[in-house]
Each structure stands twice: as C-alpha cells, then as structure tokens.
T-cell receptor, first 114, second 116 residues
Framework: NAGVMQNPRHLVRRRGQEARLRCSPM?????VYWYRQLPEEGLKFMVY????????ESGMPKERFSAEFPKEGPSILRIQQVVRGDSAAYFC????????????FGQGTRLTVV | AQTVTQSQPEMSVQEAETVTLSCTYD???????LFWYKQPPSRQMILVIR??????QNATENRFSVNFQKAAKSFSLKISDSQLGDAAMYFC?????????????FGKGTLLTVNP
C-alpha cells in the first residue's frame, strides 16, 4: 500500500504565476488535509476535504487559494498569482475516516516563489 | 484557541545517551490527544508517539516515551539510547477530541542533533 503521494516535490514559480500541488491519498482513504509549513515554523492547518466536499477551509487564505478533492483523481491545492510569501512546504495527509489520529502525511511539496 | 509551545529550538545529545524534549500546551478542553512527530531532512512527517488525555499511563514506543503531566499541561518526549538516525526536527502537536478533531496544532519544533 503506497503512502500518501505528493507531487511535485519541488516547485518553482515566478511571482504572478499559478501553482498546482497534487496529493494522492493512501488507498482507501477518503479524507484529505492540507497543511502549510512556513520557514522556522510548525505546520498549520489549511483545509479538510472529503471526496467532492470541502469540510473546513478555515485555515485557507481568503484570496488566491483554493482546494478540491474530486470523485476521481488526486486532491489539488491551487494557488493563483503567487507571491514571495507563499514560499513554504505544503503537506497533505489522508485518513480512512475523520480525524487525524490515524492520518498519514506525504513528503510535502516545497514551493519557491522567485 | 489551543497553543503548543516548544521552548527548546535546538538540542543535542551524544549517541547512546538519553535526551528529553519539552512541550507545553494550553487548552480548556478535557478531551484531547497529544502527538510527537519527527521530521528528518527528507521532510517526511513521521508519527513517533501518541497520548490520549484520558489515559493516565504514559505512552511508550520502544526507545521513545512521554512524560504526560495533565495538570501542568506538559508533554515531554524522552529518547533513550539515542541513535544517529534520531537526528531530526521534532514537533509536538495537539488535537481536540471534540468537533474539530481533524486539526492538529503544532509547536515550532526542536532540532535534535545526535553526536557520534
């Protein structure tokens, strides 16, 4: 059973471009969580999704950020018109049911905005 | 809102020795969980140990054990017989047992160096 797969591992974008980060949960997991890790910081919750539903996006910046988890395919975190402050590591976790007790993290995507 | 504080930005230990990493938290809830995660240079977040607040017994996983002091809101991690592979960033995290049981609140981390 493959773990949580995130791609790309590293992503470089120029200011103003769009960034798309992908997360394939573990097999049988229908709950996905996105976290962001700024430099010198711990991870901070962004959004919780189930298949085709956003359950809680209270940690997402109100503008430029969006997330989806379609019926088929990976979960996508999309950042439009990136700025330097978006440079961070973005982690995805998945679980078979709600709650982080049994959640597994991916290796993260490091986004660098130049 | 819950907060998690790790007061030691960096720690070092000699191989085979024991080291303790500190964590304190603030919450008004009675039902919650506490975690220690390890983040090696690969960036992978690896769950080291978990403690349920309702359990008085301290959790143990092989060389890793915790000292959970509920009244003091303290949750330290003890690593015995330290190995070179233990070198990593360690994060303490809190999770509510109630409605928002899917959100982890992390501390800022402690960078552990293991000296041969």
């Amino acid at each position: 059973n493959a773990g949580v797969m995130q791609n790309p591992r590293h992503l470089v974008r120029r200011r103003g471009q769009e960034a798309r980060l992908r997360c394939s949960p573990m097999k049988g997991h229908s709950h996905v969580y996105w976290y962001r890790q700024l430099p010198e910081e711990g991870l901070k919750f962004m959004v919780y999704l189930q298949k085709e539903n956003i359950i809680d996006e209270s940690g997402m910046p109100k503008e430029r950020f969006s997330a989806e988890f379609p019926k088929e395919g990976p979960s996508i975190l999309r950042i439009q018109q990136v700025v330097r402050g978006d440079s961070a590591a973005y982690f995805c976790a998945s679980s078979p049911y709600s709650g982080m007790a049994e959640a597994f993290f991916g290796q993260g995507t490091r986004l660098t905005v130049v | 809102a819950q907060t998690v504080t790790q007061s030691q930005p960096e720690m070092s230990v000699q191989e085979a020795e024991t080291v303790t990493l500190s964590c304190t938290y603030d919450t008004s809830e009675s039902d919650y969980y506490l975690f220690w995660y390890k983040q090696p240079p690969s960036r992978q977040m690896i769950l080291v140990i978990r403690q349920e607040a309702y359990k008085q017994q301290n959790a143990t996983e092989n060389r890793f054990s915790v000292n959970f002091q509920k009244a003091a809101k303290s949750f330290s991690l003890k690593i015995s017989d330290s190995q070179l592979g233990d070198a990593a960033m360690y994060f303490c995290a809190y999770r509510s047992g109630g409605g928002s049981n899917y959100k982890l609140t992390f501390g800022k981390g402690t960078l552990l160096t293991v000296n041969p």
